[in-house]
C-alpha cells in the first residue's frame, strides 16, 4: 500500500495582496485572469502547457512568487522535481514567507527522497501559516516515511483538527494507524474518509489492505473491487488484490487478475511487473519470473513489496541454481527488513538472552517434582506440534488436518494466554509451586483463547496446536498438561536455518534472529540446547518427524504418527494438496508450497551455499550429529 499523501501542492496560489507584496517589488505579479488561466489549466492537468507559459510569463514578471510556485507544481507533476525545486526556491527568495511554497518546496524535496529538508521546509511553512491544512498532512506523511510515527500521528491530528473533512489527512492517519498494528483505528479512519468522500478509490483500497491483515479477506477482495470501479486503471489497487488472490493461493483467479491489471494499467508500472514475476514462479516460470524482476526498479515499487522483491528474486534464482545470486538477494532482503520501521521495535538479542537464561535455569541440579494430570472442567489435553521454524511444520500441519479426525490450530496465541499467569518465569522452582488451582487456572485460560480460534465444527476432535517455537515452553506445557502428547518437527540444521534466513516473516522478537545467519544458527543452538534440558528433566510423550523422511515417504513417515495419536489411518491424508487449496489464506511462508505435489529440492539445499554457510557450520555441527544427519 502506497500512501497518498500530496504529491503536488493542492493549492499552487492566489494572487497575493498588495501588503503580501516586499515592498522592493511593484506589479511583481502578472494579472489575475492570466493567473486563473493557469490555474484553469492546471486544473485540467494540462501540466506540460502550463509550465511552457508560466516560463514565458516569467520572463515578463520575473519577481512573481506565485508564477513560481505554479511553474514548480506544474514540473512537479511532469516529475521535473529538481526543476520543481528550484521553481519554489525562486518563489521563497522573492517572498521567504510564502508559506504555500516552503509546503511546496517540502513535497518537491520529500519526492527525491530528502527527508530532513522536506521536515524543515513543512515545519518553516507551519511557523509562517499554523493552520495550513496541506503542510499538517505533508509533515505527517514524511514522518511516517521515516518510521516516525508517533509524530505522524499528531501531525495528521492536527490537520483533521483545522479541517475535519479533510480525507486524505483520515487516509494517512489510518497508513500510520496500521503499521502500529492498531488494524481497528485504522479501519475506522478509512471509513471516516468514505463517508465524506465515498468515491474516494485510495481509501478503498488502504482500507482493504488493512481487512486483508485483518484476515478478513472477503470484505478485502469487496474493497480493492470498490477502488477499481472507481479507478479501473489504478496499479496499487490492482496489485493488492493480485497479492490477496496469490495468497490465498487462489492461482486461476490470481492470473486473470494479473492479466486485468496488465490491460488496464500497462506491463511497465513496476508493481504490475512484480506480480507478472510472481504469477511466472507460481507457474514454475523461473527464468521469466527473474526477467520480469531485472525490469523492476526496486525504489519505485511500494516500501511494503520491496523486501518480499528480494525474496522473489532470491527464490527464483535458487531454483535455476545461481546460488551467488541468490543469497545476496537474501541478504538484501533482510537488511532491508532491518532498516525498517517495524524492526526497531523489536530486539533480537532479547528474545535470544530469554532462552538462554531457560536453558540455565533448567540445566541446575533442580528437579520437578508435580504430580500426573489435574483434571479439569475443560476438553482433553491438545496435541503439540513443535519445532524449529522451517522445519516442515506447515507440511505436516496440512497432512494432519486432511484427517477427519484432527482439528489443528495454526499459530495461535493459546500457550501464550496460558502463561500470562507465569509472569513470564518458567524455571523449575515457580513450576513446582504452582497449585493445583493454578493449574487449573491455566488450564482454563489456554482453553478459553482456543475456543476464539477453533472452528465449532470441530467439536470432538483431537486437536493439534501447531506453533513451531512452542517447543521453548514445552516445560510450561508440560506442567499445565502433563499427559499432552508431543510431535517434533525436525530437518537438517543448515537446510533449517538457511531457509529461515531465506523466508520474509511477520516481525517479532524470535523472528528478528532470522534476519542474520549467524543469529539465526545461535537461536537454533538455544532452542535446540533448551530443548535437550526438557528431555533430560521430564517424561515426554514424544514423537519424531524428519522432513527429509516425510518427503520421501509420506505414508510410511505418517502411518506411525496417526497411531501415536491414537487414531486410525485414513485415505484423506495422501490428498493433503487439496486440503491446502480448500484452506485458502494459509497464514506461514510455507502458504505456497503446501499446494504443491511433495518435493525433494529442499533437502540438502543447503550444501550449494557451503561456502555461505561455513562461518555457523561450528554452531550447527553438534545438531547435525545429534540427530543423525
Known amino acids: 500500500m502506497t500512501n497518498h499523501f500530496q504529491r503536488v501542492p493542492r493549492k499552487v496560489g492566489k494572487q497575493a495582496k498588495a501588503s503580501q507584496t516586499p515592498p522592493m517589488v511593484s506589479h511583481a505579479e502578472p494579472p489575475k485572469e492570466q493567473l486563473d488561466r493557469l490555474i484553469g489549466l492546471y486544473g485540467q492537468g494540462r501540466l506540460a502547457e502550463v ?13 512573481s512568487p506565485i508564477l513560481y510556485n505554479i511553474l ?28 504555500e511554497a516552503h509546503n511546496s518546496l517540502g513535497i518537491a524535496l520529500q519526492s527525491r527522497g530528502r527527508f530532513p529538508e522536506a521536515i524543515a521546509s513543512y ?15 505533508n509533515h505527517g506523511a514524511v514522518l511516517k516515511e521515516q518510521g516516525r510515527l508517533d509524530e505522524a500521528i499528531a501531525s495528521f491530528g492536527k490537520a483533521l483538527k483545522i479541517d475535519p473533512r479533510f480525507v486524505e489527512a483520515y487516509n494517512n492517519l489510518g497508513a500510520a494507524l496500521k503499521e502500529q498494528g492498531r488494524l481497528d483505528e485504522a479501519i475506522a479512519s478509512f471509513s471516516r474518509a468514505l463517508l465524506i468522500k465515498p468515491d474516494y478509490a485510495e481509501a478503498h483500497n488502504s482500507l482493504g489492505v488493512s481487512l486483508q491483515n485483518y484476515d478478513r479477506l472477503e470484505e478485502a477482495q469487496a474493497s480493492f473491487g470498490k477502488a477499481l470501479k472507481i479507478k479501473p486503471n489504478y496499479p496499487e489497487a490492482h496489485c493488492n488484490l493480485c497479492g490477496l488472490y496469490e495468497k490465498q493461493n487462489r492461482i486461476e483467479e490470481f492470473e486473470m487478475a494479473v492479466a486485468e491489471a496488465t490491460r488496464l494499467c500497462g506491463e511497465d508500472h513496476m508493481e504490475i511487473l512484480f506480480r507478472l514475476a510472481q504469477l511466472a514462479s507460481r507457474k514454475n516460470q523461473h527464468e521469466a519470473a527473474v526477467g520480469y524482476l531485472n525490469r523492476i526498479r526496486v525504489e519505485k515499487i511500494q516500501p511494503s513489496l520491496r523486501a518480499v522483491y528480494f525474496s522473489l528474486l532470491g527464490k527464483s534464482c535458487d531454483k535455476l541454481g545461481r546460488s551467488e545470486e541468490a543469497f545476496s538477494a537474501f541478504v538484501n532482503q533482510n537488511e532491508l527488513t532491518l532498516a525498517s520501521a517495524e524492526a526497531k521495535k523489536f530486539s533480537p538479542d532479547r528474545y535470544l538472552n530469554s532462552i538462554q537464561k531457560r536453558k540455565d535455569s533448567w540445566t541446575t541440579d533442580a528437579e520437578p517434582h508435580w ?3 489435574v483434571a479439569g472442567p475443560g476438553p482433553s489435553s491438545p496435541t503439540f506440534l513443535i519445532g524449529f521454524p ?41 513450576l513446582n509451586a504452582f497449585s493445583e488451582s493454578d493449574i487449573l487456572g491455566f488450564q482454563a485460560a489456554y482453553f478459553e483463547e482456543l475456543k476464539v480460534h477453533l472452528d465449532q465444527r470441530d467439536g470432538g476432535k483431537l486437536v493439534v496446536d501447531k506453533f513451531p517455537l512452542n517447543i521453548s515452553d514445552v516445560g510450561s506445557i508440560h506442567r499445565v498438561f502433563p499427559d499432552a502428547k508431543f510431535v517434533l518437527a ?19 522478537g524470535a523472528m528478528m534472529n532470522f534476519l542474520s545467519l549467524e543469529q539465526s544458527a545461535k537461536l537454533y543452538a538455544a532452542v535446540m540446547e533448551l530443548w535437550s534440558a526438557y528431555r533430560r528433566k521430564l517424561d515426554l510423550d514424544v514423537h519424531v518427524v524428519k522432513y527429509e523422511e516425510l518427503v520421501q515417504d509420506l505414508e510410511g513417515t505418517c502411518k506411525p504418527l496417526i497411531r501415536f495419536l491414537g487414531l486410525e489411518w485414513d485415505d484423506n491424508l495422501r490428498n493433503y494438496q487439496k486440503t491446502a487449496s480448500e484452506r485458502g489464506h494459509i497464514n506461514t511462508p510455507s502458504y505456497s508450497q503446501v499446494v504443491q505435489p511433495l518435493y525433494k529440492q529442499a533437502s540438502g539445499r543447503w550444501t550449494h551455499y ?20
Open 51 to 63: 509550465a511552457q507559459l508560466s516560463a514565458s510569463m516569467a520572463t515578463e514578471f520575473p519577481n
Open 72 to 99: 514548480g507544481a506544474a514540473n512537479m507533476g511532469l516529475r521535473n522535481f529538481e526543476e520543481a525545486i528550484e521553481n519554489f526556491k525562486k518563489a521563497l527568495q522573492i517572498k521567504p514567507d510564502y508559506a
Open 123 to 137: 515545519e518553516k511553512s507551519l511557523q509562517i501559516k499554523p493552520d495550513l491544512v496541506e503542510a499538517h498532512n
Open 371 to 373: 504430580l500426573g494430570p
Open 390 to 430: 522451517r522445519s516442515g511444520t506447515t507440511l505436516l500441519d496440512t497432512i494432519l488436518r486432511s484427517h477427519p479426525g484432527i482439528s489443528v490450530v495454526e499459530e495461535k496465541p493459546m500457550v501464550g494466554a496460558m502463561i500470562k499467569g507465569f509472569n513470564r518465569r518458567q524455571s523449575i522452582a515457580v
Open 490 to 508: 525436525l530437518r537438517h540444521p543448515c537446510d533449517c536455518v538457511l531457509s529461515c534466513f531465506m523466508q520474509t516473516f511477520k516481525l517479532n
Open 610 to 629: 557451503r561456502k555461505q554457510m561455513e562461518p555457523v557450520l561450528p554452531v550447527l555441527q553438534p545438531w547435525i550429529e545429534a540427530f543423525g544427519y
